[in-house]
């Protein structure tokens, strides 16, 4: 870690995976800057989660990784410095990062979590899911190797991009989050899954 990093207090890190439990889903609003993230906090919110879409629009940018990762990452760390409460960040998939700079430079900004899915921003391509476990696995090994504490939402996009017919959906999410749970994820995030049933 560089001199400059700040990662996020234990306790914050701690916070935002408490507030995980199994069987009452955690709902938090997105914000996308301090202003919107202030706000939030005022209304009671125990913790907060950016929007990627809205962070870029704010940055000037399209979604889908096209607002540079340093741009991104600043905001996402002057989000964090306008509140007390836990940020996650909706990080797409790394923007192209490797695993341990990915880890180090969302590290500085003391957010105490990140969102990463399972399809490319570019294409909604969704990425095999062998291959979405190893990176999520490879994430949370260069945080223990850089000594970083970081809750790891896996976002798995079937329901959102559906690339298979809908009897197909839940089991496929069901497998996918089964295998990024067991890569090193603290918790999965299945997009666009709306029906109760």
């Known amino acids: 870690m560089s001199e400059t990093s700040r990662p996020a207090p234990p306790a914050k890190v701690a916070g935002?995976?408490?507030l995980h439990v199994p069987g009452d889903p955690l709902v938090l609003p997105n914000v996308w800057d301090a202003a919107s993230a202030r706000l939030a906090e005022a209304a009671g919110f125990p913790a907060l989660a950016t929007s990627s879409?809205?962070?870029?629009?704010?940055?000037?940018y399209?979604?889908?990784e096209q607002a540079p990762a340093g741009e991104v990452l600043a905001a996402a760390a002057r989000i964090v410095g306008a509140v007390r409460v836990p940020?996650?960040?909706?990080f797409e998939r790394g923007y192209g990062l490797a695993p341990a700079e990915l880890v180090e430079r969302f590290a500085a900004t003391?957010?105490?979590?990140?969102?990463?899915?399972?399809?490319?921003p570019a294409t909604g391509d969704l990425?095999?899911?062998a291959e979405q476990a190893d990176f999520l696995s490879a994430v949370r090994e260069a945080a223990v190797s850089l000594g970083v504490d970081l809750v790891i939402n896996a976002r798995t996009d079937l329901f959102l991009r559906r690339p298979v017919p809908p009897e197909a959906q839940l089991a496929g999410t069901?497998?996918?989050?089964?295998?990024?749970?067991?890569?090193?994820?603290?918790?999965?995030?299945?997009?666009?899954?709306?029906?109760p049933g």
Do not use: F, K
């Open 87 to 90: 940020v996650t960040v909706d």
């Open 53 to 60: 879409a809205a962070t870029a629009a704010v940055l000037g």
């Open 110 to 120: 003391g957010a105490a979590g990140l969102n990463l899915e399972d399809s490319r």
């Open 16 to 18: 935002l995976r408490d």
């Open 62 to 64: 399209d979604d889908g």
């Open 127 to 129: 990425v095999d899911a």
């Open 174 to 195: 069901l497998e996918r989050g089964a295998r990024y749970l067991a890569a090193g994820a603290d918790c999965v995030y299945p997009i666009g899954a709306g029906d």
